[in-house]
């Protein structure tokens, strides 16, 4: 077995608990951490080890780190920021950003990450979902989701490329493809509500977690605790924040006692 195989073996994580995860997500840039609105303007928000060892001083469940930009400087700085974030926390960390093979994967999984995101790599090879599953195991594998919205009614389209290249590929019916092809979870971001502040969007998430019977990580606009509740409603088995915690306009710990007091179930 491999060390990576090893490491994500012994990492013991499962998305499929019962407890709903808090996952503050790290945009990478540069060696920074980022935030911009609907993925443009952004400006910086910190260090990766140090907001990454805050979160898990505040409760979070996991850290996402994504690797926005695709040169091979920036591979470079990522699996730089996974081994620090590793260094600094105990709790799993999922990577994603640039990964376009079994061999990226396993050098990200070496570095400390725990788990894989994939997303424009994915639509333009399927088959590595299958590769990466049956390397790593299911538990291990996350293919992320930027959908836009279409003027006609609910759907979506998948955009790839950090949002900026449209597929013409229904969400919904790649979301239920990819679960197919052993996607072990779907980290569905919202391109019209990243960043705004707006709340998840609420109709997106329902539709992809009824068609992929997957674990859904829900992502985009959620600021406020009854946004992370909404999302939860809708049947997200996770949800991720990332400005509003870099803002410290909403604290991880105070969110979990919101959902809490809602009766949803999470590790306090």
């Known amino acids: 077995m491999s060390e990576a195989k090893t490491m ?4 013991g994580f499962s998305a499929r608990g019962t407890a709903m995860r808090i996952i503050p997500c790290l945009d990478i840039k540069g060696g920074r951490v980022v935030k911009g609105v609907r993925f443009e303007n952004l400006v910086d928000s910190g260090e990766p080890a140090e907001l ?3 979160y898990e001083a505040e409760g979070a469940d996991e850290i996402a780190l994504l690797d926005i930009s695709a040169t091979l400087e920036e591979r470079k700085t990522a699996l730089g920021a996974v081994a620090s974030v590793r260094q600094a926390v105990s709790i799993p960390i999922s990577v994603g950003g640039g990964i376009k093979s079994v061999e990226d994967a396993e050098r990200l999984l070496n570095a400390g990450a725990d788990r894989v995101s994939i997303n ?8 590595l ?20 919205r279409l003027a006609e009614g609910l759907a979506w389209e998948v955009m790839i490329d950090a949002g900026s290249s449209p ?21 569905l971001t919202s391109i019209d509500r990243d960043g705004t502040g707006l709340g998840y969007d609420i109709d997106l998430v329902s539709a992809i977690a009824a068609a992929a019977r997957i674990p859904v990580i829900a992502s985009g606009g959620a600021t406020k605790p009854q946004h992370f509740l909404e999302g939860v409603r809708a049947g997200a088995s996770a ?12 604290a ?5 006692h919101y959902l809490s007091k809602h009766e949803v179930e999470v590790r306090l």
């Open 8 to 11: 994500a073996k012994d990492a």
């Open 52 to 54: 990454s060892a805050r």
């Open 120 to 127: 424009s790599a994915a639509v333009r090879n399927p088959q």
């Open 129 to 148: 979902i299958s590769e990466l599953a049956e390397r790593f195991g299911v538990q291990c594998v996350i293919v992320a989701i930027d959908a836009k």
């Open 167 to 187: 597929t013409g590929m229904d969400a919904v019916d790649w979301a239920r493809r990819c679960a197919s092809l052993g996607a072990g979870e779907i980290l």
């Open 239 to 250: 949800v991720l924040g990332a400005g509003a915690f870099h803002r410290r306009e909403l």
């Open 252 to 256: 991880i710990a105070d969110l979990k």
